[in-house]
Structures are given as C-alpha cells and as structure tokens.
C-alpha cells in the first residue's frame, strides 16, 4: 500500500519557542473550551469581544465583569490567558450583557490594588475558581483590568 502525497494547503510551520503560553496559564480543559464555553455564549451569558493581536479579528469569551467597590474589572483568573493577552494588545473591547454592548477601554491595574481586587474576586468565587488559585496562588499571576465605558451603554 502506498502512501498518499501529503497536500499543500499553504499551511506554515510556526516557531513556538517565541509564542508559547507565559507560565503563568491555566490552560482550559477540554470540557471548558468545547462544550461549556460554547453553551455559556449561545444561551446568552455575559461574553467579552476583543480583536486578536495577532489576527484582528473578534473574539468572544464568556466572562463576567467583577464589581468591586463601584468599579467594574476583568479578572483573568485563569492567568495570561488569550482573552488577556488580547486585550491587552488592543486596550479596548466590548461586553455583552443580555441585550445590551457596551464598548470600552481598559486600564490594567498592577500592584497592591490588583491584590485587593484578586483576593475579593477569590472569595466571591467561592470553590468554583479554586482550581486556578491552587495552580497560579500569587494574585500577582492575575491580571486585572478595569473597565472604561466608551459613550454610551
């Protein structure tokens, strides 16, 4: 039996030792990426848009802002995840709550402030978030941003 030629498909092989994941990451489970996350977005969840740094397009995660005290904040609980990396690169995004988009920009927020804001994250999360607490315990390993609503919502 001969073995068919592989085909072009224009394909190109990547470097991945220049963008691999920072060690800081949680990487999603199977069940999370594929079915979880993809319910939580079509029954109509609360989803971030952010373009991708790399390919400009919009991508939609299911996550919830945090409120803490009178703020709201994006808490990558997960780490340097994908949607973190991206807004970072783009400084801006849209939240989609029910009906209603609200575009905005962000600020990240470093230091003691961001320790606040992870630990009172932590403790509204309860067991659900523990898993990713135990793997990246330093609130340093979570980045934070603040939400700020560009016009109107």
């Known amino acids: 039996m001969s073995r068919a030629k592989p085909v072009d498909r224009g394909w190109r092989e990547i470097d991945m030792s220049s963008t691999s994941a920072p060690t800081g990451y949680v990487h999603p489970t199977f069940v999370m990426a594929h079915i979880v996350n993809p319910v939580l977005k079509f029954i109509g969840s609360p989803t971030l848009t952010v373009r991708g740094r790399r390919s400009g397009l919009p991508i939609t995660t299911p996550l919830a802002p945090f409120g803490f005290e009178g703020a709201r904040y994006l808490v990558g609980g997960g780490g340097e995840t994908q949607w973190v990396r991206n807004l970072r690169a783009a400084g801006e995004g849209q939240l989609r709550m029910g009906g209603k988009h609200q575009d905005f920009r962000t600020v990240e927020i470093q230091g003691s402030e ?3 804001i992870v630990t009172a994250y932590r403790k509204s999360m309860g067991r ?3 898993s990713y607490f ?12 603040r939400v700020e609503p560009m016009g109107r919502d």
């Open 114 to 116: 961001r320790d606040r």
């Open 128 to 130: 659900r978030f523990e």
């Open 134 to 145: 135990r793997a990246l315990p330093n609130p340093a390993d979570h980045p934070v941003f």
